[in-house]
Nanobody, 114 residues
Framework: QVQLVESGGGLVQAGESLRLSCAASESIFRINVMGWYRQAPGKQRELVAT???????NYADSVKERFTISRDNAKNTVYLQMNSLKPEDTAVYYC????????WGQGTQVTVSS
């Protein structure tokens, strides 16, 4: 069972940046897909960005050109660099891993003030 721990959330103003980290309890080298989802109050959880073990990435249209997902296999960590943040990016951000089963972190709050 993969355990995921997110960090890096916080309160920022619009236009600023944050970097989220997701530390996995085991090697992520063999994990098929890792990524980030988010859930805003009153809304469904939605995909933000994913990355396969081969390096292919997928982004939600709303974050393209602003967010970048990356992974450091040596540190068993996945990152989400978020630039030019907007108030509509406010949500709880969840780390996700898919390896036979889907695994989720506990979430980290990101709040963007206008």
């Amino acid at each position: 069972q993969v355990q995921l721990v997110e960090s890096g959330g916080g309160l920022v103003q619009a236009g600023e940046s944050l970097r989220l980290s997701c530390a996995a309890s085991e090697s992520i080298f063999r994990i098929n897909v890792m990524g980030w989802y988010r859930q805003a109050p009153g809304k469904q959880r939605e995909l933000v960005a994913t990355m396969t073990s081969g390096g292919s990435t997928n982004y939600a249209d709303s974050v393209k050109e602003r967010f970048t997902i990356s992974r450091d296999n040596a540190k068993n960590t996945v990152y989400l660099q978020m630039n030019s943040l907007k108030p509509e990016d406010t949500a709880v951000y969840y780390c996700y891993a898919l390896q036979y089963f889907a695994y989720w972190g506990q979430g980290t709050q990101v709040t963007v003030s206008s």
